[in-house]
Every structure is written in structure tokens, then in C-alpha cells.
């Protein structure tokens, strides 16, 4: 039986055929619509050239017609490279040639300066010129789960910009994962599913995904600059709503916006967040404001998979922990020469996974794979620890670790304790040279007040909380931390 992505919208377009699959902007989409799209895309993908094999860079855009687009030329036996919807021109000319790519899709704008024998389509003349091709599968094969679903373009684990090759078993593995810690079954009959997450990420094309196997309705909001427009989705007529938000992207909501966000506080019933660990602090407002809502704070990667998932509401005071590993995985704590060891709070490593949805590897990269990849192990760069209860933990990137004196101070557990301060806005620690110990800590702060900062008091209270040897040695009050796209912590701005 293929259990694809494609077979699996395929069969909802006949059992479901009416049901709501995909909303964007003004477009409602109903399965059995959806599916013809994909087909027509397909059809019109072959008789332009692209065939099975042939990789096409796909901007992704948060629309109806950038998931018709990706998964039509899925079924046309090609591979989307998903790659930032606002990356430069040039970036674009750039990782189309290092992938070989046959073709670029953007939403509505050109691409400058393409090489000769890269075609160029948009979204919008995809649709337009394909709607008078077959709506069906004639001359179309669905792929097997071995092929190559997507490759998605990212810096991942290592810092270094590459191709992430997934197959459709791994993919749908998360996908399925994740429909079924969030129950999006029963969402699928009483809710729907609002996701303002680039559809090019990993956590956004495994929740679309999860919702789409689920047979449920994906309503898809550009970001979150615009939160009229998200208070409008939250106010889409169903008993239940799913969510999806980053951490930066829920503080928005519980510190600019709390009493309109606490409005919704029986119709939420999940959130799911992830791509960095939320705040102890912001998880007491969240469960303050939305006291009947679940909380998941996932951890996976884009070379894993979804790995574990915590729901934080039902396990208070695990502070730094990610969850329990989700169904085939396994976690494998190492040291820095990859030999397991026994870990414990006191005696942490690095954090390597198996699982059934690790990558194929670095698209045409055999190296970069064989420094995280080894007889299908995931080794990451994250420093944590799985307790005796089968909690994993993680308490930061082991190459943000600051070693000062000898002595490893995760910057996380110096933050969570600051920002918990009253009159800290937002805060980040790094390290200062010494002569003495090497490195020494120094906490930026973001006072809600600006001019209002007591370095004095702020130590004071951090000696409450903290060893002498991670409370920081200078505090200096800034305007803003740097943060990256998706509101992650910009530690390498400040190396």
C-alpha cells in the first residue's frame, strides 16, 4: 500500500471531497479541488519539460498555490527544493546552481539574472496556463516511499548552508508523529489547523502535512506581522483550534496582546511550538492566560525528524526538558568522541538520535553527511541529558556552552533565571574574554523601562538561583537582542 503524502490527499479527495483541505487569503479549498490542482500542476510540470528526477528550487510563499505547486511536481516525479521566500535574487541563482536544479518557482516575481537553461515559472501562471490540463492521474504515477520527497534548503546542525535529502517514509513518519500527539483526527472533525510557519521549514511542511493525513483543514496566515489578520483566522467558525507558533511568536501574543489572545481560552485546545525551547517565564503567562489549552514544546531537526514532545501544562518543573522521545526513536547521549555514556544532570554529553525519519543526507555533500550521519545516527551538537524517568533534556547547543575557568555554564539556565527578574524585557548571555579564566559571563538586558537597569540588584537576585560561577561577571543594558527570522536567540552575532 503507498502511504505517500499524494496517495493519502488523493483518497480524501474521494472520501472527503467536500471537506475544507487548504485556506489562504481569500481561497477555500475543498479536497476534492485541492487534488485536481495538484494533478493539473503535475501535467503541466511534464509538458514544460520537468521530469522525474529533475530538482526545481521552489520559493516557498504561505499559499494555497505554493502547496499545489510542491506537491504537484512531487507527483510529476520531480523534487522541490524549498527554499526561503525571500531569498535574494542572487542567493536564488546561487543554490540553483550548486543543486542543478532544472527550473526556479517563485510566487509573482521573477528571478534576475537566471542562467539561459534555468526555466522560470511563477505560481500564479502555474495555476492559470494548467486549467485546462487533465485533473486526474493519467499518465502519472504516484512515487514510492524510498524516493526523495523534498530537499530542503537550510544551515541546519552544522552551520554550513546545504540540502537536506528526505525521503517520503521519513517525512511522513514526522508527519504522522505529529497528527498524532496533537490528535489532529479529532481536529479534523471539530477544528482546523492555523499555522503562520514557513512552509519551507521543517516544522511547518511536517505539521501541513500531519493536518493533510488527518484529513483536516490547514488555514495558512503570512507570519504574524499582520495580527488582525491572525484574530481573524482565530475567529474561524469550528468548536476547536490547533496552533502552531514559535516561541518569539507566542511571547507577541502573551505580552502585546494578552487580553484579546485570552479571549479564545476554550476554543484553543493545542499549540504546538518548537524551533527553540520556550522561556520558564513565558510558559507561566501562557498557562495562566489559556488555562484548558496544551502546550507542546517539540524538538526535532531537519536531519532527524520530530524526535520528542513535552506537554508542559501536564508536566510543571522540568525546566530545559524537551519530552519524552516520540514512538521509533531511540536517544543516545555520546562525548566528543561519539561513545555512549551513562547521562545524568551531573554528567551530561552530546545528544545523538535513530529514528524512522533521519534523513537521506546532504544532497550531493557525502562529507557533510558523514559528520552527523553514521549507521543511520543523527549526532548533533546539542548538550543535554536523559534522566531515569526517560526525559530527555537539553541544555543548549554544545558550541554556545561557555566554558569559564574549567567549569560549562549553559547560557539558557543564566537566561531563564534573568528574564524570570522584574523589569527584564528580554535578556542573552555570552562570553567575554579573560585573562584569568579564559572566558567570563556577560548577561545583555532589555529593560521594559529603558535606563531603569540595577546591575546590582540583577546579580543579587540571579545569586538566589544560580551557582557563583554562572552568575554573570558584567550585566550591560542594550536596546534589543539579536534574534535570527524565526525568533531564535542570534548567538553567533555576538562570537
Known amino acids: 500500500m503507498n502511504n505517500t503524502i499524494l496517495s493519502v490527499i488523493s483518497g480524501y479527495a474521494v472520501a472527503k471531497s467536500n471537506r475544507i483541505a487548504v485556506i489562504s487569503n481569500k481561497e477555500q479549498l475543498t479536497y476534492s479541488e485541492f487534488w485536481k490542482e495538484i ?4 501535467h503541466f510540470f511534464r509538458e514544460n519539460g520537468i521530469n522525474k ?55 509573482r516575481i521573477a528571478i534576475n539574472d537566471l542562467p539561459d537553461n534555468l526555466k522560470y515559472f511563477s505560481m500564479q501562471e502555474i495555476r492559470s496556463k494548467s486549467s485546462s490540463l487533465a485533473d486526474d492521474m493519467s499518465g502519472l504515477e504516484f512515487p514510492s516511499e524510498n524516493d526523495t520527497q523534498i530537499i530542503m534548503f537550510t544551515t541546519g546542525t552544522t552551520g554550513a548552508s546545504k540540502g537536506v535529502e528526505i525521503s517520503f517514509k521519513a517525512m511522513g513518519a514526522s508527519e504522522q508523529k505529529i497528527a498524532d500527539f496533537l490528535d489532529m483526527k479529532y481536529y479534523a472533525e471539530h477544528g482546523v489547523f492555523i499555522t ?65 489572545f485570552a479571549k479564545y481560552a476554550d476554543k484553543i485546545g493545542d499549540i504546538k511550538l518548537g524551533t527553540a525551547p ?22 526535532g531537526s531537519s536531519e532527524a525528524g520530530i524526535l520528542s514532545n513535552l506537554v508542559f501544562n501536564k508536566h510543571k518543573g522540568l525546566e530545559y526538558c524537551i519530552g519524552q522521545l516520540l514512538p521509533n526513536n531511540e536517544a543516545i547521549v555520546v562525548d566528543d568522541e561519539r561513545k555512549p555514556i551513562k547521562s545524568s544532570k551531573e554528567n551530561m554529553g552530546k545528544l545523538a538520535f535513530r529514528s524512522n525519519s533521519v ?13 552527523i550521519l553514521e549507521d543511520g545516527i543523527v549526532y548533533t551538537n546539542d548538550f543535554g541529558y536523559v534522566d531515569e524517568n526517560g526525559f530527555v533534556f537539553v541544555k543548549g547547543r554544545a558550541d554556545d556552552v561557555i566554558n569559564t575557568g574549567g567549569l560549562k555554564v549553559a547560557p539558557e539556565e543564566v537566561e531563564s533565571a534573568a528574564i524570570r527578574i522584574e523589569g527584564i524585557k528580554d535578556c542573552i548571555c555570552i562570553a567575554e574574554k579573560n585573562e584569568l579564566y579564559g572566558n567570563s ?13 540595577d546591575a546590582y540588584e540583577i546579580r543579587r537576585q540571579l545569586s538566589h538561583s544560580l551557582e557563583p560561577y554562572k552568575t554573570p561577571n558584567k550585566i550591560e543594558e542594550v536596546d534589543e537582542v539579536a534574534r535570527t527570522y524565526n525568533g531564535k536567540m542570534n548567538r553567533k552575532f555576538y562570537r
Open 39 to 42: 494533478c493539473r500542476a503535475a
Open 359 to 371: 534523513m537521506k543526507g546532504y544532497y550531493n555533500e557525502p562529507e557533510l553527511t558523514a559528520e
Open 441 to 453: 559571563l556577560k548577561l545583555l538586558v532589555v529593560m521594559k523601562e529603558k535606563g531603569t537597569m
Open 278 to 299: 520556550l522561556l520558564e517565564h513565558d510558559k507561566e503567562l501562557s498557562m495562566k492566560l489559556l488555562p484548558n489549552t496544551n502546550f507542546h514544546n517539540a524538538y
Open 53 to 107: 528526477g529533475d530538482l526545481v528550487a521552489i520559493k516557498a510563499a504561505q499559499s494555497s498555490s505554493y502547496l499545489i505547486c510542491y506537491y504537484g511536481l512531487q507527483l510529476a516525479g520531480a523534487v522541490p527544493c524549498a527554499l526561503e521566500q525571500n531569498m535574494p535574487s542572487s542567493s536564488t541563482v546561487q543554490v540553483s546552481l550548486k543543486l542543478k536544479t532544472v527550473a526556479v518557482i517563485s510566487e
Open 196 to 260: 503562520p510557519t514557513p512552509l519551507n521549514h521543517a516544522k511547518g511542511i511536517w505539521e501541513t502535512g500531519g493536518m493533510l493525513r488527518s484529513g483536516g483543514t490547514v488555514y495558512i496566515l503570512r507570519g504574524m506581522a499582520d495580527l488582525k489578520a491572525y484574530f481573524k483566522a482565530l475567529d474561524y467558525p469550528c468548536e476547536k483550534l490547533v496552533l502552531s507558533l514559535v516561541p518569539a511568536n507566542l511571547r507577541i501574543l502573551i505580552t502585546m496582546v494578552p487580553d484579546e
